[in-house]
């Protein structure tokens, strides 16, 4: 009976576990894919081995599955669209792997999604995937479930060394002295500016030592001046040192910024202050600075500097108010070095504190400031007001309190309030005396949106309310649009808005929340066209009428190079033929995998199209760079709301 029963048993188990495995579903297919390549050296080829090859997350996420023989397996679809199905994600870092000894590489149980790969080893320039030279963008790899991509190879160029000694006139050794390597860059409104890429200090016998630097041409200067962080963490030690803490949670307040800050120079290292930054080989002009060229691998010896004490000078004025002329109760003073850019954030952060690293100072009573220790230079003379809080009102029992910064409501408020205004200054060995600032809250323009062209809104939601209006300054950094405030016009259901405490200066109009098919057709500010910018003054009559436009033009292009094979990575750039100094009407877009790229929004006009193999990002914003290349630019007509199809040529790098 018991085998009986032991027998019918597994004849049922037997069932089950076969009816279970007959309903089991099929095996599914790996939701990874994996990217592979090689890393050698770009003189000699050989292998790498321990490079760091990163692999970072960007963009949204791929089609869940595709056939990875299929024509667009490297990252576009077969007709040559990009990937655009897929969740949206945020910035993420894969996991890093080392070469082996072969210099090969995997990156295994990669999700399906966008990436960006580099390759990255001490004594080598960073390489990143695609990129047509050392610190140009590189390109996008589209990854599929189940998909293998290989040949992902880097040729890596060995960086470059700089080394010498800093003296002052003495022949003594300059000790925490900052040695820059500079090179020329353009910004995105096209300006020209060095800009550092490297700094080193020196050490007790003057000597300092710029490594692993990318290969090309820098100016090199040294400049004894303490930088804004070392500043900070000065005050920060300094107050340290002489406020004793009144809690356990003060001290550790004042740790914590210490430990972020830094322990700041050492106690024994005298400060070398009034010395002159100089440029190789020995001038404080920049002009007459002599370039540094660095091959792959050199190591340039003996680039030294002797600095000299420089006439620094005193800037002295009033601050008054416009309105009442009284000066204000509450006044920052900074002298901020002038670029001739619209400023950094940076600057305009430094500037809410530089009067106070700068030792400035500013009488409240008289309006009387000063400004000490400025070098040589050209300057914005900027002023920072906070409006005293108003009294309370009558029959209030007591003063309204102080506004609390740590309060956020309070500190919104006080940024609100906040009044800035800029003056140019050139200072040149002598002291500037009687400067008179006049500050005030700004005038208020009046403005409507005109809408051109078919909208498509859902239901009965506000045709208006996906735009914002601003007024941009064109020069000095800007506190106001730094804080959110100031320019900014978010119209009513009518299309009408208001921009408020507009200062004087330069501007230029941007609008916000345009869809791709959209653009400016029209600004204009009491019947002026002000397109091309604007500069406003102590009073504005009329109102600012914006029209946009829903017809805007189409680019769809394809970037080959001498045989005809699709380039990848490349920067298609649309420049107008007219009004070039209209910044907003030069259009990029970066070819894919395939060679393909869209730009929209066009305005209707007359373009030309260029795609250089190499060039500085954004000079093509300057005259001088652009007149080399104009005969090899296609001339396009963009029309309004039609799409213009164009194969481009490679324009090629210019070889050493």
């Not at 003189?43 to 997350?57: E, F, H, Y």
């Not at 952060?349 to 009067?355: A, E, H, P, Q, Y």
């Not at 005038?443 to 909208?455: A, K, N, V, Y």
Request: net charge neutral; hydrophobic share 40%.
């Amino acid at each position: 009976m018991k085998k009986m029963f032991i027998l019918a048993f597994s004849i049922v188990f037997l069932s089950i576990v076969s009816s279970f495995a007959q309903q089991a579903p099929a095996p599914r297919p790996p939701q990874t894919g994996t990217i592979s390549g090689s890393v050698v050296k770009a003189d000699t080829g050989q292998p790498i081995a321990r490079v760091q090859v990163n692999l970072t997350r960007v963009g949204i996420a791929a089609a869940p599955a595709a056939d990875p023989t299929s024509p667009g397996a490297r990252g576009a679809e077969p007709d040559g669209s990009q990937v655009i199905v897929g969740q949206q994600l945020p910035l993420m870092v894969v996991p890093t792997v080392l070469t082996d000894d072969s210099g090969k590489f995997t990156l295994k149980d990669v999700p399906a999604g966008s990436y960006r790969v580099n390759a990255v080893r001490n004594g080598f320039s960073r390489q990143e995937f695609g990129q047509h030279s050392l610190g140009r963008p590189g390109t996008t790899l589209n990854v599929r479930a189940g998909q293998a991509i290989a040949d992902i190879n880097f040729r890596l160029i060995p960086a470059a060394t700089i080394t010498g000694r800093v003296f002052d006139t003495n022949g003594d050794p300059l000790p925490g002295v900052s040695v820059q390597a500079l090179r020329t860059t353009y910004d995105a409104t096209g300006n020209r500016s060095l800009q550092p890429m490297g700094v080193a200090k020196t050490n007790d016998l003057g000597e300092y030592r710029l490594y692993w630097i990318n290969p090309g041409r820098y100016f090199v200067n040294a400049n004894a001046a303490a930088t804004g962080l070392e500043a900070l963490a000065a005050m920060s030690s300094q107050a340290a040192s002489i406020q004793t803490p009144s809690s356990a949670e003060e001290a550790q307040a004042m740790a914590q910024a210490q430990s972020i800050l830094g322990p700041g120079k050492n106690p024994n290292e005298a400060t070398n202050s009034g010395l002159m930054v100089s440029y190789f080989p020995g001038t404080p002009d920049v002009a007459r600075a002599v370039a540094v060229e660095l091959q792959p691998g050199s190591e340039i010896h003996g680039i030294d500097f002797t600095l000299t004490r420089d006439q620094k000078v005193r800037i002295r004025g009033k601050v008054l108010e416009a309105a009442t002329g009284r000066p204000p109760k509450s006044a920052q003073v900074s002298v901020i070095p002038r670029s001739g850019s619209g400023g950094s954030p940076m600057d305009a952060i430094m500037s809410l504190s530089g009067g106070a690293l700068q030792g400035n100072s500013y009488n409240s009573d008289t309006g009387e400031f000063e400004a000490r220790e400025v070098a040589s230079g050209k300057y914005y003379l900027q002023v920072v007001v906070v409006p005293e809080r108003p009294p309370a009102a009558a029959g209030a029992r007591g003063a309204a309190p102080a506004p609390d910064p740590t309060n956020p409501a309070d500190a919104l408020e006080m940024f609100a309030s906040i009044t800035t205004t800029q003056i140019p200054v050139d200072v040149f060995g002598s002291d500037i005396e009687n400067v008179t600032i006049m500050v005030s809250p700004g005038i208020t323009i009046p403005g409507r949106i005109h809408l051109d062209g078919p909208q498509q809104i859902a239901g009965n939601q506000n045709p208006y309310d996906r735009f914002n209006v601003s007024l941009t300054k064109g020069a000095g950094p800007d506190i106001l649009a730094l804080l959110g405030g100031g320019g900014n016009g978010k119209p009513t259901t009518e299309g009408t808005f208001s921009l408020s405490r507009i200062t004087p200066g330069d501007y230029k109009v941007s609008v916000s929340g345009m869809s791709p098919n959209m653009y400016i057709k029209e600004a204009r500010l009491d019947q002026m066209d002000i397109l091309v910018g604007v500069t406003i003054g102590d009073r504005v009559s009329g109102t600012l009428e914006v029209t946009i436009s829903s017809n805007a033009g189409q680019l769809d292009g394809t970037i080959t190079d001498a045989v005809s094979k699709p380039v990848t990575g490349v920067q298609a750039v649309l420049i107008p033929d007219k009004n070039r100094e209209r910044r907003d009407l030069y259009k990029i877009a970066l070819s894919d995998m395939d060679g393909h790229f869209t730009i929209r929004g066009l305005v209707p006009g007359n373009y030309k199209l260029f795609a250089w193999e190499d060039i500085e990002p954004f000079s093509y914003f300057d005259p001088d760079v652009l007149k080399d290349f104009e005969q090899k630019g296609k001339a396009i007509t963009i029309r309004e709301s039609l799409k213009e199809t164009v194969e481009m040529k490679l324009i090629p790098a210019a070889t050493p």
